[in-house]
């Protein structure tokens, strides 16, 4: 068995049944993303429009895909035509740009609002403090369903030092669930990656973005 199947079957051995795996790509070679889904992978994370074009005309539907890195408006038209998620939904223009866009197209598009957990300046994202205003905007769009929140949290060597954010954007997840907004389902919450994942699930992420725990560092 190659390095990645066995990197994907422990990890999908020692998730939680509740806990989605998201297979995070970027940059990495088509052979290594077949590999991986090969192995029982099930959701491709996207961080370029342009590599997600390239693999899906080779995998297709065979999975679900995510978008997890930043989405230009310029982009949308072509991100909604892959994607099944959008998880970095983060400014009012862009909401309304894919509800424009998918409506042209007859698609109602998931999406999770990144939350800018840490309030760092050079990050995407809703600051904690403008999240439920924001979504309470977003409960008006037919054509994308709010299905959660996602965040980055700061990019700390010690994950137990980005505890606090993940915790903080979960209490901000039950907050929203028990506004019980039109439109608006407060399901999955994505949080950790390969050096914080257990954290994050130790604080209710239930989609964790894995890369180089399946691929090895580059």
Known sequence: MGLIKENVKDLLMQLPKDVNLVCAV???RLKEILEAIEAGVKIIGE???????????????????????HLQLNKVKKAIRIFDM????????????????????????????????????QKFGILPKNLISFIKELSYLENIKVQGLMTMG?????P??????????????????NLNLNNIE???LSMGMSDSYL????????????????????
């Open 26 to 28: 970027k940059s990495r």
């Open 47 to 69: 961080n370029y429009i342009q590599e997600a074009e390239e693999h899906f005309k080779v995998i297709g539907n065979r999975v679900k895909w995510h978008l997890i890195g």
């Open 86 to 121: 959008i998880e970095t939904l983060d400014s009012l223009k862009l909401a309304e740009e894919l509800n424009r866009r998918c409506k042209e197209m007859g698609k109602i598009i998931s999406v999770l609002i990144e939350v800018n957990s840490a309030e760092e300046p």
């Open 154 to 158: 700061p990019n700390l060597k010690d």
């Open 160 to 177: 137990e030092r980005i505890r606090p954010y993940f915790k903080l954007t979960r209490e901000l997840f039950e907050s929203i669930k």
């Open 186 to 188: 407060m399901k999955y």
């Open 199 to 218: 954290v994050a699930i130790s604080e209710g992420a239930n989609i964790i973005r894995i890369g180089t725990k399946i691929f090895e560092r580059r």
